[in-house]
């Protein structure tokens, strides 16, 4: 089964969803925009920003930002040229809750109706499988390593089969391909460094970072739509008992020694 595409966040819905020629054009098949694809054209187009400030604003990397854009502009062409409807509607996308520092518009004060969601699940009661970095019944807090996975395989929006597997030494960037071989599409973990969060965007593998407790309870928090993460967790390498006590910091080492999460 394919892997589903992973959601991009979205700051708000736009306020016009529809659009008619001037001369009418009721009965002509309309053009559809994503609402992901009207974000990257807000973001690139209205707001001014690079495709990669616009990856980082939908939490997606610049070679996704660059397909959405393309498909957008090509629709926006045919709708001017052909003089044909436009509508702005589904996509995969999520809405942004207007709390983090990167949401569209310098904390959404131009969006005000930005609200936090359920992040929205496949339609159709199409199964998901959700890993969380597990030690001890908890979430693991350093995903770079992590030595084990609990992964839950959703169906109808519960969970129907959970196995707790083993990374086999796998460490870093390693563990997207880990889990992409395992056919996970959701991610619950606590600390992740940016290049591990390259590495699973680029398996099309959703991530909620920041998240401490009971890992059978974070997954039904996600599940109800309730999960408490935060989108900009960094890992680190203070964790007493992993082998790291050395004081440096993500991103310290230029040349490649401990590259957190890579």
Do not use: W
Not at 102 to 107: D, E, I, K, S, V
Not at 146 to 153: D, Q
């Amino acid at each position: 089964m394919p892997r589903p595409r992973k959601c991009r966040k979205v700051c708000s819905l736009p306020r016009n969803t529809e659009f008619l020629p001037a001369n009418g054009a009721e009965n002509q098949p309309p053009v559809i925009l994503g609402v992901d694809e009207y974000e990257a054209l807000r973001l690139i187009d209205k707001e001014g920003l690079s495709q990669e400030q616009c990856g980082a604003y939908m939490k997606i990397a610049r070679t996704s930002v660059q397909q959405i854009y393309t498909d957008a502009r090509k629709k926006i062409a045919d709708m001017l040229v052909e003089g044909l409807p436009l509508r702005i509607e589904g996509g995969n996308y999520r809405l942004c809750d207007g709390t983090e520092s990167t949401c569209g518009g310098a904390g959404c004060p131009k969006y005000p109706e930005c609200r936090t969601t359920k992040r929205q699940q496949p339609t159709g009661g199409e199964p998901m499988k959700i890993a969380v970095t597990y030690e001890n019944g908890q979430v693991f807090q350093h995903f770079g390593h992590t030595e084990h996975f609990k992964i839950y395989e959703v169906e109808q929006g519960k969970v129907a089969a959970c196995a707790v597997v083993d990374t086999n030494g796998s460490g870093h960037g390693a563990l997207a391909g880990f889990l992409r071989d395992q056919q996970v599409d959701t991610l619950i973990c606590g600390g992740i460094g940016g290049g591990a969060r390259s590495a699973l965007d680029a398996a099309s593998i959703q991530v909620y970072g920041g998240v401490s407790g009971n890992a059978d309870q974070a997954v039904e928090a996600l599940l109800q739509g309730n999960l408490h993460f935060d989108p900009d967790a960094a890992c680190s390498h203070h964790e007493e008992g992993h082998g790291h006590s050395h004081g440096h910091t993500c991103g310290e080492h230029g040349c490649g020694e401990h590259p957190c999460g890579t």
